[in-house]
């Protein structure tokens, strides 16, 4: 048993002119096993500040969140087992954190993908959040690796680039760090099909 990172749901009351209403909000904390105690966690901010302020509802607060966490005991489990490439992160926890940790998590879990244990978008929604997670560590001064963060415009208005959002390029597609990717989703394949009791029929009209 050891420490990990959590998902908790709670509460924070939120006055507005007279009234106080309770707000539910996702948040993130370290387990203690042995206590059974959850320690509150500074990477909540990283909720806070990139999804709940956006859009207040659970799910696009958990999902971030749980994917956080995942990545985290990932590295943490890393770290225990010796792996060289997490060394770092002994001594210098969340502030030696860097982008070929989380590619080389990535690229686990692409590996997965190919062999039909995950779903492919899973992994590319694991991606999309770990850049936006990687931009907080950047914004905080908290990622001491050196990446450029360069965005791109995200339709959202009928194919027209006028009105979009800026998304992050992917900082992990980077040939130095050589992440896997998933498999490209195939093409639909379109099957033969048996046509029922009238196949005969079909076939003489057909040769006709």
């Not at 387990?31 to 709940?52: A, E, G, L």
Request: proline share 3%; with cysteine; net charge positive.
């Amino acid at each position: 048993m050891d420490y990990r990172f959590v998902v908790r749901e709670y509460e924070v009351l939120q006055v507005i002119g007279e009234n106080t209403y309770k707000e539910e909000c996702i948040g993130i904390a370290i387990h203690d096993p042995w206590k059974n105690i959850d320690y509150p966690s500074p990477i909540t901010n990283f909720i806070k500040s990139k999804y709940r302020r956006k859009n207040t509802s659970l799910s696009s607060q958990s999902n971030p969140a749980y994917c956080v966490c995942r990545f985290l005991n990932y590295c943490r489990d890393k770290v225990n087992n010796g792996d060289y490439e997490f060394k770092e992160l002994l001594q210098n926890g969340l502030f030696g954190l860097k982008r070929k940790h989380a590619s080389i998590y990535i690229s686990d879990l692409s590996r997965r993908s190919r062999a039909g244990e995950l779903k492919p978008q899973y992994v590319r929604s694991i991606i999309r959040y770990l850049n936006i997670f990687y931009e907080w560590l950047n914004e905080e001064q908290i990622l001491n690796d050196k990446v450029n963060f360069t965005y791109k415009v995200k339709s959202i208005n009928n194919g027209s680039t006028n009105e979009g959002k800026l998304i992050i390029q992917d900082i992990f597609d980077n040939g130095k760090l050589g992440t896997v990717y998933p498999l490209k989703r195939n093409k639909k394949v379109y099957k033969l099909v048996d046509f029922g009791a009238n196949r005969y029929k079909l076939v003489d009209e057909f040769l006709n």
